[in-house]
């Protein structure tokens, strides 16, 4: 599995996932996000943007279906990069039960209060957060 700056990903290989997976933007993932190659394909794609010094948020998180198995080391290698950024704190926003518990396995706890949660408080979800270093 290779995490891949969106920008730096084969074109050709970029817009078959995009024209396969047509709910992603490219414009931004092209500007913020990465791309997930597994086994010279690309099956995934996310988003890690720095809210603030130190603290980054996972957003647009996708892995087809086929790979979903995967997601727990996906989420493994995002805290790798994050820490390579010298991330502090890594928040994310969940609309699924199945994603909840598989961040509660992984380490992240609840979050209720914060800068970033009450500035971007949603109706629908959970928010989380790792402490990454």
């Known amino acids: ?6 920008y730096r ?3 050709e290989k970029l817009n078959k996932y995009l024209s396969n997976n047509e709910s992603i933007q490219k414009e931004s993932l092209l ?11 690309i099956e995934g794609s996310f988003q890690l943007e720095e809210m603030e010094d130190g603290v ?6 996708y892995i087809t279906q086929a790979e979903a ?3 727990p080391f996906l989420l493994d290698a995002i805290l790798t990069l994050a820490r390579k950024k010298n991330a502090k704190k890594l928040f994310v926003h ?3 039960p199945f994603l909840d518990l598989l961040l509660e396995a992984l380490q992240f706890h609840p979050q209720n209060e914060h800068a970033v949660v009450d500035r ?3 109706s629908e979800g959970n928010w989380w957060s790792y402490s990454v270093s």
Not at 56 to 61: A, D, G, M, P, Q
């Open 1 to 6: 599995m290779n995490l891949i700056p969106a």
């Open 9 to 11: 990903a084969p074109e």
């Open 31 to 41: 500007l913020k996000g990465y791309v997930v190659e597994i086994d010279g394909v």
């Open 56 to 61: 980054y948020w996972l957003k647009k998180l």
């Open 69 to 71: 198995a995967r997601l």
């Open 94 to 96: 969940s609309h699924q």
């Open 120 to 122: 971007y408080r949603a």
